[in-house]
């Protein structure tokens, strides 16, 4: 089974970036990768989808225009380049990966901390 592990995320000050990776054990080309954030108190929400490709990509509205997602097959990596970041995206941010025919995601990593001061 892969196995995922997320990497980048610490501390940046409002207005800042971040580029979040997340490393996969085995080949993800016949995965969707999405990337997952939980703020303190509130549920997990979806911030991100890449199907194999590289070219199919879905976004949350909350971060349309500031945040891109990508994947690198070759390298079995997956990324989240984060922009123009505002305290609200504070958060631990998962990485999530599923079958093609799947419609939950069922794999995923142990999450890696954002924190965007003001």
């Known amino acids: 089974q892969v196995q995922l592990v997320e990497s980048g995320g610490g501390l940046v000050q409002t207005g800042g970036s971040l580029r979040l990776s997340c490393a996969a054990s085995?080949?993800?080309?016949?995965?969707?990768m999405g990337w997952f954030r939980q703020a303190p108190g509130k549920e997990r929400e979806f911030v991100a989808g890449?199907?194999?490709?590289?070219?199919?990509?879905t976004y949350a509205d909350s971060v349309k225009g500031r945040f891109t997602i990508a994947r690198d097959n070759a390298k079995n990596m997956a990324y989240l380049q984060m922009n123009s970041l505002k305290p609200e995206a504070t958060a631990v941010y998962y990485c999530?990966?599923?079958?093609?025919?799947?419609?939950?995601?069922?794999?995923w990593g142990q999450g890696t901390p954002v924190t965007v001061s003001s």
């Open positions: 085995g080949r993800i080309s016949n995965y969707v």
């Open positions: 999530a990966a599923r079958g093609l025919a799947e419609s939950q995601y069922s794999l």
């Open positions: 890449v199907r194999g490709s590289g070219i199919s990509t």
